[in-house]
């Protein structure tokens, strides 16, 4: 929550932006017209449409001049919309700096990475880093949960917690391993990505 309300002054702020881009764009445009309107010599009297002589020079000025505030207001308008003036490039730049020390760290920890002299100890983390999973796999417990397994499960009231200790467990007791390991039919898979989760959460959020 502290997160979110740390972040709440600047998504004002880019809001007003981009509705200030969308003003400018709209009086731009709306000016742009008005004045090719009169450049060519129309204009509304008492309700009616009429024509009027308007020197060449003065059309000349009202038509380039006006095209080049709209082009600019639009230019405005679009970059306001794409938040381009509104941090979104300081964003990226600043994710794109934090997964490269993210990376370097993780390819200075892999280089490092020596087996433990404890064989036991070693070949449990070996066999912990083998339990991964497939998208596909998950999908398909997911779907036959509250048939085929927890038959009372509700995806708006349950949480990952209740899954675990009246789906999971139940289902790898029998083999007295992880039901990754059963999904995947004890074939050794090691991960590609990590998903961190609160148990206390709706499993139908976390899947």
């Known amino acids: 929550a502290h997160l979110l309300c740390g972040k709440l002054p600047h998504a004002y702020l880019a809001m007003r932006r981009q509705v200030t881009g969308v003003c400018i764009g709209l009086a731009s445009s709306?000016?742009?017209?008005?004045?090719?309107?009169?450049?060519?010599?129309?204009a509304f009297t008492d309700g009616n449409l009429v024509t009027r002589n308007v020197p060449y020079a003065l059309t000349f000025v009202f038509q380039q001049v006006t095209m080049y505030i709209d082009a600019i207001g639009n230019l405005f308008f679009a970059l306001a919309l794409s938040g381009a003036i509104g941090g979104s490039w300081k964003a990226?730049?600043?994710?794109?700096s934090l997964e490269a020390t993210r990376r370097r760290r993780w390819q200075t920890s892999a280089a490092s990475y020596r087996k433990d002299v404890n064989v036991e100890w070693q070949d449990k983390v070996e066999e912990l880093a083998?339990?991964?999973?497939?998208?596909?796999?998950?999908?398909?417990?997911?779907?036959?949960?509250?048939?085929?397994?927890?038959?009372h499960f509700d995806p708006s009231r349950h949480t990952t917690s209740d899954v675990v200790r009246r789906a999971i467990i139940p289902l790898s007791a029998p083999w007295r391993t992880s039901l990754a390991t059963v999904m995947m039919n004890w074939t050794y898979t090691r991960p590609d990505n990590w998903v961190t989760h609160n148990w206390g959460n709706l499993f139908r959020d976390l899947v």
């Open 30 to 42: 709306f000016i742009s017209f008005s004045a090719v309107c009169f450049s060519v010599g129309y």
């Open 92 to 96: 990226i730049r600043k994710e794109h």
């Open 130 to 151: 083998g339990r991964g999973f497939t998208l596909e796999s998950l999908l398909a417990f997911y779907r036959r949960l509250g048939i085929e397994y927890m038959k």
